[in-house]
């Protein structure tokens, strides 16, 4: 990226198209607006990410991103003890907590298992999952894990293994089917067999 | 965003959203992203924003962000002082240098004429290009502004004003006609009719 933009301005767009969702030309337009919009957007985003690389650490009980230790869900008594909704990443207890339907708590796994990239049991944070079973508090647990091979993987995993170490914990699943507003024309084949055999 | 994942991390999501390209979900992937990377890409993010911060400016001469002032195209005795390339923003210099063929000088406008946007000629770095212009040393104003409404007016603006001060001063602007690979088919009609009109 030899711009004639200098050295620092060069370093601040190659660390920004290592961004999610940026690549090369957006690195540009988005170092560009960096630097334009000194007051209202550098400085803020500056110390916002120093904030967070100050503070910001994982809970040691559930895994999730939190500025306090244990977090906010796991510290809060009002949320229901009984239920651990089993997520693959913080975006995805992100979401959950926006629709705000779940009242109980979570645990961040970190990543599924995978074969193809060598994800291994050890390499999730199954250990604590486990021992926050057979505490025995437990009597849900809730398996909001994508609907992809290495999610439904995991999920049969995280069941096998509970079942063996506590039986009286009930392992179940986000139900699949169709999306509020989807149309049936655009859906997948898969969907639309599993929503027809989960009629109610 | 009310996402459970505290306020440091909220505020980091609600400003990274505030760049080019990133809607509230990609920055939602970003922040995410950032502080699962700490090492790798969160610490070294921010000392470079902080780096930018501390250290960017414009050049008094030409108006393009850099480090040093005069900027190091102004000051390379090596570029050619008889040609200046008046671009809209820095991400048109940045591509002009990208691009290699040039070896003048800039001056980049900060912006363009535009009734709609109530963006007035004293809104755009046009005093300082006069100077350069009667200063003497220059010989031809290369226009590479955007080919659109704002961008040939402003154009067209600058050269009436170049002309009233400096006869001798030739205003050229970039060729219009075919993208390099275009194909026929998928270009404007705009675009063939004046590709046509210039043929060579």
Redesign the interface.
């Known amino acids: 990226?030899?711009?004639?933009?200098?050295?620092?301005?060069e370093?601040?767009m190659a660390?920004?198209s290592?961004?999610?969702?940026?690549g090369p030309r957006?690195a540009?337009?988005?170092?560009?607006?960096?630097?334009k919009k000194?007051e209202q957007?550098?400085?803020?985003?500056?110390s916002?990410?120093?904030?967070?690389?100050d503070?910001?650490t994982s809970c040691h009980i559930c895994g999730?991103?939190?500025?306090?230790d244990p977090?906010?869900?796991c510290a809060d008594p009002a949320r229901d003890r009984t239920m651990i909704c089993v997520v693959e990443?913080?975006?995805a207890?992100?979401?959950m907590?926006?629709v705000g339907a779940f009242k109980g708590r979570y645990h961040v796994l970190g990543g599924l298992l995978s074969a193809l990239d060598g994800v291994r049991p050890e390499d999730l944070r199954l250990t604590g999952l486990m021992q926050r079973v057979l505490d025995g508090e437990v009597e849900e647990l809730i398996m909001a894990l994508p609907a992809t091979v290495e999610g439904q993987t995991t999920a049969h995993y995280i069941a096998d293994r509970v079942r063996q170490i506590a039986q009286g914990v009930q392992v179940t699943y986000l139900a699949r089917g169709v999306p509020v507003g989807g149309e049936l024309d655009w859906l997948d084949d898969g969907t639309i067999a599993h929503a027809f055999k989960s009629r109610r």
């Open positions: 990226m030899a711009s004639g933009a200098g050295p620092e301005i370093r601040l660390l920004l290592k961004l999610p969702g940026l957006s540009r337009r988005a170092a560009l607006a960096l630097l000194r957007l550098l400085l803020p985003l500056t916002a990410m120093q904030d967070a690389a503070r910001v999730a991103l939190s500025t306090q977090c906010a869900t990443e913080d975006s207890l992100w979401a907590e926006r």
